[in-house]
């Protein structure tokens, strides 16, 4: 038993040094750094930060925690990205964080959802309420009700981010193919997801704000 509790306390206490590290990186974090480490970020994401192809995720307004993760994630080896090869591989934490916050002050991109009244009908349902009989929680409930994320949970904004971005995501959490989510909750949620639900939600959270 006692070598149990000394087992846990260790274990929170690495917790704690791990979160406080963080803590200083993100208060340290400083955007005109970000820019200068950001500027071949422009080729594939906008110079704004919104890129110009559905297949690119547009960066400007990101959660600047989410972000950090995704390119700390990317250089570890954590999450695959063939695009990303190599673009992050000498990114110190710091970097990343700086990188995080130069995209986090931009202006989000304001979308617009296609005018489909089923698709649109169906996207809302599942952002907004979810699906009890297919054990879906509203997406609502950590992206919140418009779509701007909650940093201190590292959830990403989803307003107005490209819906083929956004399928394409929920393709690989289903598949398995994407898997840095915590405790797998993308991966359950995406996995009971239809194609069609996949559309509807990703159309809806485009025009989202």
């Known amino acids: 038993m006692r070598k149990l509790l000394a087992v846990l306390a260790i274990t929170m ?3 704690g ?16 750094a970000g820019e200068e480490m950001a500027a071949s970020c422009a080729a594939c994401h906008g110079q704004e930060g919104i890129s110009s192809v559905g297949s ?4 400007a307004g990101q959660q ?5 993760k995704q390119i700390m994630d990317i250089r570890d080896g954590h999450r ?18 700086d990188v995080a916050a130069y995209f986090a002050e931009m202006e989000p991109n304001i979308g617009q ?46 307003s107005g981010q490209h819906a083929e971005y ?4 929920l393709q690989d ?3 398995g193919e994407r898997h840095n989510d915590p405790n797998a909750i993308m991966r359950d949620i995406a996995s009971k997801l239809s194609d069609r639900d996949m559309e509807a939600v990703a159309n809806y959270v485009l025009g989202l704000h």
Do not use: K
């Not at 690119?56 to 960066?59: E, H, I, L, S």
């Not at 600047?64 to 950090?68: F, G, I, P």
């Not at 349902?125 to 779509?147: F, K, M, N, Q, V």
């Open 13 to 15: 206490g690495a917790v």
């Open 17 to 32: 040094t791990v979160q406080a590290q963080s803590e200083d990186l993100r208060s340290n974090a400083d955007p005109s």
């Open 56 to 59: 690119f995720p547009n960066q």
């Open 64 to 68: 600047m925690s989410y972000l950090a």
């Open 80 to 97: 695959e990205v063939a695009q990303m090869a190599g673009q992050v591989d000498d990114f110190s934490d710091q970097d990343a964080w």
């Open 113 to 158: 959802a296609e005018d489909d009244a089923e698709l649109l009908a169906r996207g809302q349902e599942l952002y907004r309420a979810g699906d009890i009989g297919l054990g879906i929680p509203a997406c609502s409930s950590c992206h919140s009700p418009t779509g701007q994320g909650l940093g201190t949970a590292v959830y990403p904004a989803l």
């Open 166 to 169: 956004t399928v394409s995501t």
């Open 173 to 175: 959490f289903a598949a």
